[in-house]
């Protein structure tokens, strides 16, 4: 069984571009989250999609922050204009249910800096 | 809110000797606690999880922890480092009043393993 794929796995830009970051999380799983770990900082959590659908939001830091996930397949997090602080790994994790206490597998990370 | 806090960031050890990584937690409900262990260029791996019943986890590679409701603590123990245990780690707790099981991180301890 494959596990969360990230995509890239790192990725240098400069302060305004636009960068996306893809996820795909393991088959069959609905449950699909993101993190992000800023350099020297707790992994915080970004949101929690349901299948298609947004569960959980509260974690996105600004509107320059957009993540969707078409067809309740792969995820992608965009970040428009992007900013020095948004330098960070993000992290993408998947479940099969929601299940109080249901872990998590995470994906390796990408590794974003914004200079 | 809940909160955990992760004592040290940096832990060394001598190979063979014992591992002990702190955690403590706040939470206004019973929680669900969890230890991944990062390695390097790895995504998070789940070590062990505590949800309910008995309060002495044990999970892969050795570690065990143990929850300790009067101290809302979930430390983790190994009885003899290895050298590859170097690595980093992480307490995370949910609960079950979270119907999106969304995980809430400690600091992270990096373990490092001396020959």
């Known amino acids: 069984e494959a596990g969360v794929t990230q995509f890239p796995s790192h990725s240098v830009i400069e302060k305004g571009q636009t960068v996306t970051l893809r996820c795909d999380p393991i088959?069959?799983?609905?449950?699909l989250y993101w993190y992000r770990r800023v350099m020297g900082k707790e992994i915080k959590f970004l949101l929690h999609f349901v299948k298609e659908s947004k569960q959980d939001e509260s974690g996105m830091p600004n509107n320059r922050f957009l993540a969707e996930r078409t067809g309740g397949t792969y995820s992608t997090l965009k970040v428009q204009p992007a900013e020095l602080e948004d330098s960070g790994v993000y992290f993408c994790?998947?479940?099969?249910?929601?299940?109080?206490?249901?872990?998590?597998?995470f994906g390796p990370g990408t590794r974003l800096t914004v200079t | 809110a809940q909160s955990v806090t992760q004592l040290g960031s940096h832990v060394s050890v001598s190979e063979g000797a014992l591992v002990l990584l702190r955690c403590n937690y706040s939470?206004?409900?019973?929680?669900?606690l969890f230890w991944y262990v990062q390695y390097p260029n790895q995504g998070l791996q789940l070590l062990l999880k505590y949800t309910t019943g008995a309060t002495l986890v044990k999970g892969i590679n050795g570690f065990e922890a143990e929850f300790k409701k009067s101290e809302t603590s979930f430390h983790l123990t190994k009885p003899s480092a290895h050298m590859s245990d170097a690595a980093e780690y992480f307490c995370?707790?949910?609960?079950?009043?979270?119907?999106?099981?969304?995980?809430?991180f400690g600091g992270g301890t990096r373990l490092m393993v001396k020959p």
């Open positions: 994790a998947s479940s099969q249910m929601r299940q109080p206490g249901l872990w998590q597998y």
């Open positions: 088959s069959g799983h609905d449950n």
């Open positions: 939470s206004s409900v019973p929680p669900y």
């Open positions: 995370a707790v949910s609960d079950n009043n979270n119907a999106g099981n969304m995980l809430t």
